[in-house]
Nanobody, 127 residues
Framework: QVRLVESGGGLVQAGGSLRLSCAAF????????LAWFRQAPGKEREFVAV??????????WYADSVKGRFTISRDNGKNTVYLQMTSLEPADTAIYYC??????????????????WGQGTQVTVSS
């Protein structure tokens, strides 16, 4: 079993930055994919970014809406994945969730593919 704990959300003005963290606890050695999703009020949960890794390399990928503004990375020693968010816009306002899976997912943008979820952290961007 794996437990995911997000942190780092908050209120920021448009154009500002935030860094979200997702710490993994438990049987983390089997994880191969970790992603960030977000859900705004009245909307479906949407894919934001994913990091898939092997022993040799990390493979990040981003939704078009955040490409060039968000960066996903990990600190393997801390079992933590980060989402650095810059040039934030009011449209980025949502609850941000991290999700993980034991397999190196091919279809990584569908929430149903993931076995483990965090509780979410609120990000609010004011105009």
């Amino acid at each position: 079993q794996v437990r995911l704990v997000e942190s780092g959300g908050g209120l920021v003005q448009a154009g500002g930055s935030l860094r979200l963290s997702c710490a993994a606890f438990g049987s983390t050695s089997t994880l191969s994919t970790l992603a960030w999703f977000r859900q705004a009020p009245g909307k479906e949960r949407e894919f934001v970014a994913v990091l898939r890794w092997t022993n040799d390399a990390d493979y990040p990928w981003y939704a078009d809406s955040v490409k060039g503004r968000f960066t996903i990375s990990r600190d393997n020693g801390k079992n933590t994945v980060y989402l650095q968010m810059t040039s934030l816009e009011p449209a980025d306002t949502a609850i941000y969730y991290c999700a993980a899976d034991d397999t190196r997912l091919v279809v990584y943008s569908r929430p149903a593919e993931y076995d483990y979820w965090g509780q979410g952290t609120q990000v609010t961007v004011s105009s």
